[in-house]
């Protein structure tokens, strides 16, 4: 059984260990660190982070209204069909 898949499957066995070296290689380079890495240094403009949060308190003020606004129109068409 073992000489039959060593004459006739050779080929199959020098596929399939190359692929676990790849493998192997493929995972090893996910974790490892390039030598070569740069850093880069992120500057943070304190106007655009306050723009950003006066937009997000505006939107959420919007979306507050258009729910009481439905909800209300909800509980008056409700109320208007049960009586």
């Known amino acids: 059984m073992i000489s039959f898949a060593k004459e006739k499957l050779g ?3 020098k596929v399939v260990k190359n692929t676990n070296i790849s493998i192997k290689n493929k995972i090893a380079d ?3 660190e390039p030598d ?4 880069h240094k992120k500057n943070t403009d ?4 306050l723009n950003r949060v006066k937009l997000n308190q505006k939107n959420e003020s919007r979306k507050k209204i258009y729910f009481s606004a439905a ?3 909800g509980l008056l068409i ?3 069909v049960i009586f």
Do not use: H, P, T
Request: aromatic fraction near 16%; avoid cysteine.
């Open 11 to 13: 080929w199959l066995n």
């Open 30 to 32: 996910k974790y490892s």
């Open 36 to 39: 070569n890495k740069e850093i």
């Open 46 to 49: 304190i106007n655009v982070l």
């Open 71 to 73: 909800a209300s129109a």
């Open 78 to 80: 409700f109320g208007i």
